[in-house]
């Protein structure tokens, strides 16, 4: 492994926003995981990306949401440069967002997504049903508890957080 990833800085938003238009193409403003985030900022302090030979060759982010009355971390998107997959660097993105989260005090993470390769991380499908903005497969709709019994209680609708009512990472919801 010879990347090294580190916190996104702010100079390095047009290089993620290139990488995530070659890896999702414009299809990506139209899921319901694009409408929880819009308006909305990611998590600042959970951004990441992979860098190797000096160039940007994958990233991660996070956004808050809200599950009912609950904060929730929705993990995404998270891309890698295509000639570039298959290496690891996606899992190790994931790896290090997700032990920040869990540093950070953040309880549960949420995606859409499938499970056979998020699985390697940790996540796993929900039981109970969540309600997403738009259609969403309930078999991508996955979760990963940073404590004990958090996925179990989530219910209800997810929710865009509102810009003038932040969410927090001590999981009670609105701040
Ligand atoms: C998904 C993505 C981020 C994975 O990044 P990556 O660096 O290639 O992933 P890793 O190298 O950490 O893991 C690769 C392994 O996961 C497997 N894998 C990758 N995507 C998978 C999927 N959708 N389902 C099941 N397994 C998958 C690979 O087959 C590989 O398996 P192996 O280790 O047995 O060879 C990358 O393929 C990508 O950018 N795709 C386009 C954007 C996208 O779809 N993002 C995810 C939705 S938010």
Known sequence: MSWQIRAERAEDGPLVERLLAESFGPGRFAKSAFRLREGVEAVANL??????EGELRGSVRFWPVLVGATAALLLGPLAVQQPQ????????LMRRGI???????WE???????EPYYSR???SRLTQRLRFP????????LGLDLKQGTLAGLSGEVRRVKIDE???A??????
């Open 47 to 52: 951004g990441f990306v992979a860098i190797e």
């Open 166 to 168: 932040p969410v927090c």
């Open 121 to 123: 991380v940790g996540f």
């Open 134 to 141: 738009g259609p969403v497969d309930p078999a991508r709709v």
């Open 170 to 175: 001590d999981g009670a919801g609105t701040a």
């Open 85 to 92: 997959r298959g290496r690891g660097m996606g899992i190790d």
């Open 108 to 114: 549960v993470i949420i995606l859409v997504g499938d």
């Open 99 to 105: 032990a920040e989260a869990q540093g950070s005090g």
